[in-house]
């Protein structure tokens, strides 16, 4: 069974740049799936940030596409996330998922981490 | 981007009752809809997709229907482990994948 983990600086000072790796096990990164990333400011819904396939494709949302950066470090067996111009907004928790290659629904999830923005 | 509606925002339900969500999509979804439950300090886990779907291990007493533009997620007798908070996902149109605001059950 396919496991993620999230890892990365917990406190991001503004206008930095966020970055955060997702190690993947039980599984290869270069297996039919795309790799996603999720974010949940507290209290509040879940934002999907973007996919990545092993084969370097991505699918951003829109809203983030100017500042985000995912990649695959196939050798590594992890994916990874940046977000640059980071404001108090992008503080949440950032989660790494799965879905399969043909279906929409994100069938693993890590435990997730939370970054906070501040001075 | 297609903006999901859930409601309620908060229900308040017994344990042995049946609590009944509902999420409304902008625009048709078709049956490309997930629905997940979240607890207190715990990721995201998939319950439903395909609109009805059970995903592996989920017992049988969440049902998903609709398609289109409305879904209803079922819960047919709460137990005290599903108190939590439901989001619907749509996966049609993308990017982005687009999750409702989510519905909170708590205990009444």
């Known amino acids: 069974q396919v496991q993620l983990q999230e890892s990365g600086p917990g406190l991001v000072k503004p206008s930095g740049t966020l970055s955060l790796t997702c190690a993947v096990s039980?599984?290869?990164?270069?297996?039919?799936?795309?790799w996603s990333w999720v974010r949940q400011p507290p209290g509040k819904g879940l934002e999907w940030i973007g996919e990545?396939?092993?084969?370097?494709?991505?699918n951003y949302n829109p809203s983030l596409k100017s500042r985000v950066t995912i990649s695959v470090d196939k050798s590594k067996n992890q994916f990874s996330l940046k977000v640059s111009s980071v404001t108090a907004a992008d503080t949440a928790v950032y989660y790494c998922?799965?879905?399969?290659?043909?279906?929409?629904?994100?069938?693993?999830w890590g435990q997730g981490t939370l970054v906070t923005v501040s001075s | 981007e297609i903006v999901m509606t859930q409601s309620p925002a908060t229900l308040s339900v017994s344990p042995g009752e049946r609590a009944t969500l509902s999420c409304r999509a902008s625009q048709s979804v078709s049956r490309n809809l997930a629905w997940y439950q979240q607890k207190p300090g715990q990721a995201p886990r998939l319950l439903i997709y395909?609109?009805?779907t059970r995903a592996t291990g989920i017992p049988a007493r969440f049902s998903g229907s609709g398609s289109g533009t409305e879904f209803t997620l079922t819960i047919s007798s709460l137990q005290s482990e599903d108190f939590a908070v439901y989001y619907c996902?749509?996966?049609?149109?993308?990017?982005?994948?687009?999750f409702g605001q989510g519905t909170k059950v708590e205990i009444k």
């Open positions: 990545i396939y092993h084969s370097g494709s991505t």
């Open positions: 998922a799965k879905r399969e290659y043909n279906y929409g629904q994100l069938n693993y």
């Open positions: 395909g609109a009805s």
């Open positions: 996902q749509q996966y049609n149109n993308w990017p982005p994948w687009t």
């Open positions: 039980g599984g290869s990164i270069s297996s039919s799936h795309w």
